[in-house]
């Protein structure tokens, strides 16, 4: 990663620590026992104290359906580690107090990943892609960001998640998920039915480099005058968009070794859009897109200049928690936030108590590859 040599910039009004913040910083480290991190999740709405949905069960039920596959994320198992930085031109200032939407460079450390539980699944185009983002900005503050390359969430709910997750399972026999399952799923979340016909509209493109990432959930940024608004944030490619319809290249790791192919030639650069909401306009509900013509911040250029193998002190031990937020970013009602949050934590816990093996995606022995078959 290049060496910052900005100027530093004047910091603008910081909150002082408080429980919640500090709360968020342990769970996202795996501090916070599961008492906490239930009693967190109880407190956004999202687990019926009759069923008793809690952030245990989910980390089952992602084992359920993938296996157990020690010391990797539950789900987007599959990953690389990248390093770049966020060069902010000003714009985001309108609507969001946050230095790190102050001109100026923060440095990065990112995940690009695949979904799923098996961390050595072969790659297909259709399987969702992610990028996990962690900001780090002056005084140890932080944001932390996770977003896929689809237009919206196929959930409104983490109870309409956790059901689809067993609906989906694929069959061993055909590769895919029990027709009837899914129909009967489809039936009691209608919801879910017209966000996946929104998501075949857009097919995703030919690799990691070129895909949009967008964070899906609303969000409220408040800034320097205490303006509030509802806001959404994607990361548009500054890279040529190609088609991802094309026969995929051989290799099991193919979406991968494109990637560190082209991270080696050179930087890859997205633009972060905020994109601004209005009155009536659902921050609730991820599956539902706001209008076409919502105004949209330029805020600024994400570079990424490496990507490594997942070890120690690189992205694999970061949990990129959504609720870790800076200072002029505020969570909205959207209750897959605070499920998110306390599964994701769930998830960091048992991981990080159990033994590592090398990750399937080994970014040197690429490169090798690469370098023998010129």
């Known amino acids: 990663m290049s060496e910052d040599t900005s100027p530093p910039q004047a910091a603008p009004h910081r909150p002082a620590l408080t429980r919640r913040s500090a ?17 967190f999740a109880y407190a956004g709405g999202w687990l019926p104290r009759g069923e008793r949905l809690t952030p245990a069960r989910f980390a089952d039920r992602f084992e359920q359906v993938y296996g157990k596959h020690t010391g990797f994320r539950r789900n987007h198992a599959k990953g690389v580690s990248a390093a770049g930085y966020f060069t902010a031109n000003g714009a985001g200032a309108e609507v969001s107090r946050a230095t790190v939407f102050a001109p100026g460079r923060t440095p990065v450390t990112g995940r690009f990943s695949l979904s799923g539980g098996l961390p050595d699944a072969p790659d297909a185009a259709p399987t969702v892609r992610g990028l996990g983002l962690l900001f780090h900005l002056p005084d140890g503050e932080q944001w932390r960001t996770a977003m896929i390359n689809l237009p919206v969430f196929p959930d409104s709910t983490p109870q309409g998640f ?30 879910t039915a017209k966000a996946m016909a929104i998501v075949k ?15 899906l959930n609303a969000f409220r940024c408040t800034n320097d005058a205490g303006d509030t608004v509802p806001v959404r944030w994607s990361l548009k490619p500054l890279q040529p968009v190609r088609r991802g319809d094309a026969p ?4 099991r790791d193919h979406l991968f070794d494109a990637l560190i192919a082209k991270v080696a030639q050179e930087p890859l650069r997205w633009r972060l859009l905020l994109t601004v909401g209005r009155s009536g306009d659902p921050t609730h509900d991820a599956t539902r897109p706001w209008p076409d013509d919502r105004r949209t911040i330029d805020a600024g250029t994400l570079t990424i200049d490496s990507v490594h193998t997942e070890a120690v002190g690189n992205a694999r031990d970061v949990n990129f928690d959504p609720l870790i937020l800076p200072d002029g ?13 306390a599964v994701y934590s769930r998830s960091f816990t048992r991981r990080a108590g159990e033994p590592k093996t090398p990750s399937p995606v080994d970014v040197a022995k690429a490169r090798r590859t690469q370098e023998e078959r010129r």
Do not use: C
């Open 329 to 341: 970013i505020a969570a909205s009602d959207d209750p897959l936030l605070s499920a998110r949050s």
């Open 248 to 251: 995929p290249p051989p290799g």
């Open 23 to 39: 709360l968020l910083g342990l769970a996202a480290v795996g501090g916070v026992g599961a008492a906490s991190v239930g009693g």
């Open 162 to 191: 956790y059901a689809r997750m067993l609906a989906a399972k694929p069959l061993p026999e055909t590769g895919k998920p029990d027709p009837e399952k899914m129909a009967a799923f489809l039936a009691r979340h209608p919801e």
């Open 201 to 215: 509209r857009h097919p995703p493109t030919s690799g990691f480099d070129d895909s949009t990432y967008n964070a």
